[in-house]
T-cell receptor, first 111, second 114 residues
Framework: AQRVTQPEKLLSVFKGAPVELKCNYS??????LFWYVQYSRQRLQLLLR??SRESIKGFTADLNKGETSFHLKKPFAQEEDSAMYYC?????????????FGKGTHLIIQP | DAGVTQSPTHLIKTRGQQVTLRCSPK?????VSWYQQALGQGPQFIFQ???????QRGNFPDRFSGHQFPNYSSELNVNALLLGDSALYLC?????????????FGPGTRLTVL
């Protein structure tokens, strides 16, 4: 069965410091990996997906199939990055199937 | 476009009762997925509806059922409520097609079972 693990429940860093939110997955097929973000009092929204290889709001994530990881990184944290971050796995090409989410990491950026 | 909408916002029920939650997808979307998010957890996939049929289901008991209407809106029904069913229920909509289809989430319905 597929599984997504986010080992850090809470991550606190200072503004301007680098950020790395860890995500490991377990799936025997070819996964589609996503990062979703939920800002305070807002709905869950897509931040980025591995297949697009984009940088969104300064965040990047590289799929490492050898280590089964999809860590989210940003070189210089900003206060507006404070939010809940969820890593998610889709089993179907295009990501339109039911997603498997991790438990989330609460990122706090201190001034 | 208001995006994905859900009703009601909050709901309080007692054990053993039945509940119906509603979701209207984003304009242009034809697929609706439902997720349960318990406190401190990530969303957990319940099932997905497309063309008025359940096409995929997560690891949830038969007490959880759904329906999709011709206008693509959807309902989630939960029978014989348990205390453990207390959670935020999220609806997500997407469009089927050969290319990537992002899931857009609604604000959720907070269900409390007493």
């Amino acid at each position: 069965a597929q599984r997504v693990t986010q080992p850090e429940k809470l991550l606190s860093v200072f503004k301007g410091a680098p950020v790395e939110l860890k995500c490991n997955y377990s799936y025997s097929g070819s996964p589609e990996l996503f990062w979703y973000v939920q800002y305070s009092r807002q709905r869950l929204q897509l931040l980025l997906r591995h297949i697009s290889r984009e940088s969104i709001k300064g965040f990047t994530a590289d799929l490492n199939k050898g280590e089964t990881s999809f860590h989210l990184k940003k070189p210089f944290a900003q206060e507006e990055d404070s939010a809940m971050y969820y890593c998610a796995l889709g089993m179907k090409r295009g990501g339109a199937d039911g997603l498997t989410f991790g438990k989330g990491t609460h990122l706090i950026i201190q001034p | 476009d208001a995006g994905v909408t859900q009703s009601p916002t909050h709901l309080i029920k007692t054990r053993g009762q039945q509940v119906t939650l509603r979701c209207s997808p984003k304009s242009g979307h034809d697929t609706v997925s439902w997720y349960q998010q318990a406190l401190g957890q990530g969303p957990q996939f319940i099932f997905q509806y497309y063309e008025e049929e359940e096409r995929q289901r997560g690891n949830f008991p038969d007490r959880f059922s759904g329906h999709q209407f011709p206008n693509y809106s959807s309902e989630l029904n939960v029978n014989a409520l348990l205390l453990g069913d207390s959670a935020l229920y999220l609806c997500a909509s997407s469009a089927q097609g050969p290319s990537y289809n992002e899931q857009f989430f609604g604000p959720g319905t907070r269900l409390t079972v007493l």
